[in-house]
């Protein structure tokens, strides 16, 4: 599928017509990129604005999980079952069960189906470290997610670049997604040794439009964060992760106070709060929910009837993909997740270990059934 002119070029909500959607194939015009955000003639400075006590909440969460002292003496005695005993945690997975436990049930619904495999990075595939650099996937992970894609179409949606995310999975089989879906390579054989004509041809880059800009504002708060021990930033290409994960707590009102003031002068970017990262995004109505919509259709897995798409993520930004399964009804989002978490998700997983394991499920059915 050639999508070599599919890119609409957002630079203006005024500006969006049609004619920018000139070589998008018929199939996906109703993926051009509407602005999200924008309200009348200029932008609702609460779209960029983060919300500072967010920062602090959600940071906390997150610090809390890794560093409880049951879970620490778990860890060393190579279990972790903490969760297990906490009664919030028992009551949110009798809401959101374990793919694991619901298995049967998931593969009962499956069958006589084809099933789509979507898998987020960090966190998902790989655990949380401290350093973005080192989340190194590992090679029993790598060939379970192998062995998926020999029987499902597998695809990698993941909020960091699209060459960073393959350069830590390495598979040239999967379908990969970047900078929170705004990075598409709809065919895997992109990844072979093809001309760069043939790969412009596959991809799908909604917020081509924004590269400068994302440039400029990386320099920025490179510079802004300089100071700041511990924080780094990450360019993600169409997107820029300030990470706080090293920073004292103290300093990490700091830093997102430092990054809304640099925000104000690019209102046509917003700021979003994942694990111990502020990610800034492009304002336009795209995610990776639209990005798992976009591959289901480009993939000519659309047919809702017959295909059941399975969504792994533990992460906010995933909550859009959870939502589209919702809405459209089939298949099936998997929050991977050790605390409780308002969640559009069917199932959960603990943690990466537990998405291996599923995903070795997910192929010995397949072996069986055939
Ligand atoms: O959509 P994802 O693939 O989950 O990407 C979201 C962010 O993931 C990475 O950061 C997270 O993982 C790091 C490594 O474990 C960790 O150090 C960091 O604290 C986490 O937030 C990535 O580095 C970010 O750029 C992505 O936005």
Not at 44 to 73: F, H, Q
Not at 248 to 260: C, S, T
Not at 267 to 273: A, D, G, H, I
Request: proline share 5%; net charge neutral; with cysteine.
């Amino acid at each position: 599928m050639d999508l070599s002119n599919s890119s609409p070029v957002i630079t203006d909500p005024v500006a969006i017509s049609q004619p920018l959607l000139g070589g998008l194939p018929s199939n996906l015009m109703q993926f051009s990129v509407m602005p999200g955000g924008y309200s009348g003639s200029g932008l609702n400075a609460s779209v960029s604005r983060l919300k500072i006590e967010e920062v602090l909440v959600s940071g906390l969460l997150d610090a809390m999980k890794s560093s409880s002292p049951r879970r620490r003496l778990n860890l060393a005695f190579g279990q972790d079952n903490s969760s297990d005993e906490d009664p919030a945690y028992s009551a949110w997975m009798a809401k959101c069960p374990s793919a694991l436990a619901s298995f049967k049930q998931i593969v009962a619904s499956a069958q006589g189906k084809k099933i789509a495999v979507f898998l987020d990075y960090d966190g998902t595939l790989s655990p949380i470290v401290d350093d973005p650099d080192k989340a190194v996937m590992s090679p029993v992970m790598r060939a379970a997610v192998r062995n998926v894609a020999k029987y499902f179409p597998t695809a990698i949606v993941s909020g960091r670049s699209r060459n960073k995310v393959f350069e830590f999975v390495k598979l040239k089989e999967l379908y990969y997604a970047g900078s929170h879906g705004m990075d598409i390579m709809a065919s895997s054989a992109n990844y072979e040794n093809n001309s760069e004509k043939s790969k412009q041809a596959n991809l799908f880059q909604p917020a081509r439009e924004f590269l400068p800009m994302i440039d400029e504002v990386t320099k920025s708060l490179l510079q802004v964060v300089s100071g700041i021990e511990g924080a780094t930033v990450e360019n993600n290409k169409f997107c820029v992760s300030v990470h706080y994960r090293n920073v004292a707590e103290k300093d990490w009102k700091l830093v997102a106070g430092l990054v809304n003031e640099v925000l104000e002068a690019f209102p046509r970017l917003k700021v979003t709060n994942g694990r111990m990262v502020l990610e800034v995004r492009p304002v336009i109505d795209w995610d990776k929910g639209k990005a798992v919509e976009f591959l289901l259709k480009s993939l000519g897995l659309n047919d809702s009837e017959n295909v059941i798409p399975i969504y792994i993520g533990d992460d906010r930004t995933d909550e859009d993909a959870f939502k589209v399964l919702r809405q459209r009804n089939c298949g099936y989002g998997i929050l991977v997740s050790q605390v409780p978490k308002e969640t559009q998700a069917f199932y959960s997983l603990r943690d990466p270990s537990e998405v291996m394991e599923f995903l070795n499920f997910l192929v010995r059915w397949k072996k069986h059934s055939m």
